[in-house]
C-alpha cells in the first residue's frame, strides 16, 4: 500500500509539470470520491493496527502534497496566463498616433458665412426661400411674363409647366415682400439652377446671395453705401465700387456693380483681366411693379435690391480661376483654405 501512495505521489507530480495540465482532471483522478487516493484510504480496513496509521500518515501526506500541487501550478499557470496576456497586448505609447481629422467648413460656406455678417452687422435679417419655385416667384411676379427675352439667359430645370429649380434667389424678394410689410432690410443665400455645361466659369447649380430693402425714402444713395460697405469689408478698405448701367426687368433703374481690383489696385492684372475692376452683382431700385404686385404702395415706398454670385466673391477673393475646384472636393484643394 505504501507504494500504492508513493507511485500516486509521483504519477501526480509527473502529471502537474506539465505547462499544460488540466487541474480539475488530476484532482478528480486522485482526490476525487472515486479517486485512486481515494480508493486507497478505503482500503485502509483491511491493514493491521499496527500499519494502519503509518499508511494514514502518509495517505494524509501524499493527498497534501497533491493538494498543494495542484493549488502551486493553478497560481502559476494564473500568472503564465496574465504574462502571455500583457506581452500580446502590449501597447507601444511611442508610436506616431492617428490625428483625428477635424472637418471645417468648404470655401464658399466660408464666404457665405462672412457675407451673412457684413450684412447682419448693417441690421439685415436672413430669410431662406425654396429651391423649387413656381414660375410665378421665379420670373412673373418678378416682371418677366411668359416670352420675355430675360428668361432666355436663365433658362432652369423645369418639374412642370410652371415649376422649376430657380434660377435666381430674387423669387425670395417677393415671397418677402407678400408676408411682410415695410421696412423690410434682409438678405437670402443660397442654391440657384440654371442648365449651363459646366466649364471653368459655369455650373448648373451655384449660389446667390441676395438683398432686399423696402422702406420710405429709400434710394440709390442708399444702395451704394451699403454696396460700397459691403465691398470695403470683404475685399480692403482701399476698395471702390463703380455702377455701370444695365437692365435687370425688376429693377429699374438697374446697374451692374463692379469693385476696383484689390490685388493691383487698379491699374490692371490677371486677376481683374487687366481692367482694374470685377464685376461682383446686378442690382437696382425695385421696380413699381414688383412693389404692387406684393400689395406695397411704389408711391410711399420704394427700395433697392442686389444680387451676386458667392462662388464669384469666393474666386475673386481667393484667386481661384476655375469654378470646378469648387465642387470636386479635392481634399487636397479644400485644406488651403
Ligand atoms: N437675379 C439677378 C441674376 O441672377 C441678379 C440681380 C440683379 C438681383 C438685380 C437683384 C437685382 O436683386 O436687383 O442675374
Redesign the pocket.
Known sequence: MKEKLEQIREAARTQLAEAQADLEAIRIRYLGKKGELTGVLRGMGQLSAEERPKIGQLANEVREYIENAIAEKAEAQRKDALENKLKNERLDVTMPGKAPEIGKRHPLAQIQKEMEDIFVGMGFGIVEGPEVEYDYYNFQALNIPENHPARDT?DTFYITDNILLR????PV?VRTMEKQKPPIRIISPGR?YRSDAVDATHSPLFH?L???VVDKGITMGDLKGTLETFAKTMFGDQTQIRFRPHH?P??EP?AEVDVSCFVCGGKGCKLCKGEGWIEI????M?HPNVLRGCGIDPEEYSG????MGIERVTMIKYGIDDMRYLYENDIRFLNEF
Open positions: 436663365q434660377s435666381q434667389t430674387s424678394q440657384v446667390q441676395e438683398g432686399l435687370f425688376f429693377t438697374s452683382l446686378g442690382a437696382g425695385v433697392f435690391a442686389f444680387g
